[in-house]
């Protein structure tokens, strides 16, 4: 363990333990969500998922922007999804060139599965620990979100700056 205020030697440290998260991930193995290693989706389409899953609706030429694929690449992606029942796609009202993608109601129950296992996961793993490290963990997953959005809010901030 690092101990002191040096802030190199504490983010190499950190460094190095984020090389641990390999073995973390050997341990886990056995306890993965068998909802996960049943999925029968590309990781294109497993995108698409979690970003309708978590952003909602989007059109089809956000989608292709967003996994930085051409529009005919996200139209055959969604295609398969909507075979396999787990997205809908209409014409957008208005404008019927454009083309609007949702998650049905397949594909929302088949998302809440997927979340939900995780959680179960991660939550059998925080009963094992006591309440000290439940506050540790608790305290550092939000001093880590915050540098996160601090990070987000300076790059969009750097994204709006316009040249003379």
Known sequence: MVTG?????????ILDLQEKLEQLEQ?????IPKDWLS????MPQLKVMLTLSKEGPARMSDLASNLGVTLATATG?????VEKGYLTRESFPGDRRVVMCRLSKEGEEFMNRLWQSGRTQVERILEVMTPDQLRYVARGTEIFIEAARKLQQDSDQQDKVTLP
């Open 5 to 13: 205020t040096n802030k190199a030697k504490l983010v190499q440290h």
């Open 27 to 31: 341990a886990l193995r056995p306890i």
């Open 39 to 42: 999925v029968d989706l590309t």
């Open 77 to 81: 992606i969604v295609d398969r999804l």
